[in-house]
DNA sequence: TCTGGGGTCCTAGGACCC
DNA sequence: TCTGGGGTCCTAGGACCC
């Protein structure tokens, strides 16, 4: 039988590529991407990282280092982002439909069905291909499963030629390269269970891979029996190609500033349904269940923390920002308490379905109308949003102007996706 | 003073039924 | 009023990913 062998494809530090495909001024120098309200660090360029600064520190907590190194921080711009996330898959679909685009920066490719003889080789051409189309460094590991072609990829990011194979190396190779990785890297092994593990002796991916995992229980899901499997060389995940419908769709954000009154929540509310409800219209969705909810931020002492949820069934599945505005703002009244600042609220759409799916429970031709009505009235308003900018039509209850919103004071302009914001080059 | 946002999957435990 | 075992369904919360 023809073995897997799996291609993960990683772009570089992504979102500070992509700025630099645009502004060559930030090329050789430290640059972040922080994530919104400017809070944290979510991308950092290669001089950061050697500075010492981690992945989501909390900005003002190195504002020295900031300082002292003339480090370039920019608001993060996911427009763009997205944008160049797309043209980076195109390339790769040049090269073979069988495709999983894993994230915004990442996508594993299926490749034992075509005939490469040298893998190393392959993937220098897969690099060369995708930063010549666009300007994007990756990093790709090439391995018998998804996790070993990820830990693959995590090693070519250190190395000479961004590319590591592990396909053709040998048991005694492939253990060699895995006592190099910290146990927490190893993918599917996170934050929590890191120093559960290490307190036990298992300080690497060789560790994990040669442990025995009867011994932990309960600790260990399903998902902790395949990745070891996987990093024994047993594929225990595919390529998934076929495109799966997301089962939820999710705004929510952080205030710029503490927020006190119900007023103010509403209006946040009532813009993040909108948001999510576009969302949901846009991939012809319709939701059957909505959550909102709100925190006062995870580093409040107990007694000032809050953090209350709550969920209630659509009376029938729909994507109409007002039906589902008046549904979230009877949640946010039974959830709402006075006395707390509130940092953060958000709202969840599940029960996801397509509109040819929907069964209309009421057959009467008065409903089937007025659902064809509401559904042209959305078609038109985003329409008009789309032509003349976001938030030009909106519901009164979202508010003009919140000083609620977050802070994003050094975004890049939207090279590729908005006309006024073109790049203009003088000469 | 200042700590992101958007997802998925798994498990334990409660409610309910026979 | 007390009693057992087995099954399903749902939800909350934990853990993970980027």
Known sequence: MNQKVFALIDCNNFFVSCERVFNPKLENVPVIVASNNDGCAVARSNEVKEIGIKMGVPLFKVKDLLHKHCIKVLSPNFALYSDMSH?????????????????????????????????????????DKVFKWTGIPVSIGIAHTKTLAKAASELAKKKEGGVVDLVTKSVQEQDV?????????????????????????IMTAYDYKYADLNLYGSKVTVGGRRTQLELQGISCNQVTTT???????????SFGKPVYTQEELSEAISEYIGRAARKLRSQNLLAGYL?????????????????PSTSTALVYPTSYTPDLVKA?????????????????????????????SMQFRIFDSFSFRKRMQEEKLMATVDKLNKKWGQGVLKLASEGTNPLWQMKQSQRSPRYTTAWKELLQISV
């Open 87 to 127: 043209r980076v898959m195109e390339v790769l679909r040049t090269i073979t439909d069988k495709i999983e685009v894993y994230s915004i920066d990442e996508a594993f490719l299926s490749i034992e069905s075509l005939g490469v003889e040298e893998y190393e080789e392959f993937g220098r051409m897969v690099k």
């Open 177 to 201: 390269l895995l006592q190099g990785i910290p146990v927490g890297d190893v993918w599917g092994i996170g934050y929590r269970l890191t120093p559960f593990y290490e307190s036990r002796g």
């Open 243 to 253: 495109h799966v419908s997301r089962k939820s769709i999710i705004s929510s954000r």
């Open 291 to 307: 959550t909102v909810y709100l925190t006062t931020g995870r580093f409040k002492k107990a007694r000032d923390y809050y953090a």
């Open 328 to 356: 979230g703002l009877v949640c946010l009244e039974k959830i709402y308490r006075p006395g707390y600042q509130y940092k953060k609220a958000g709202v969840c759409f599940t029960s996801l379905q397509t509109m040819e």
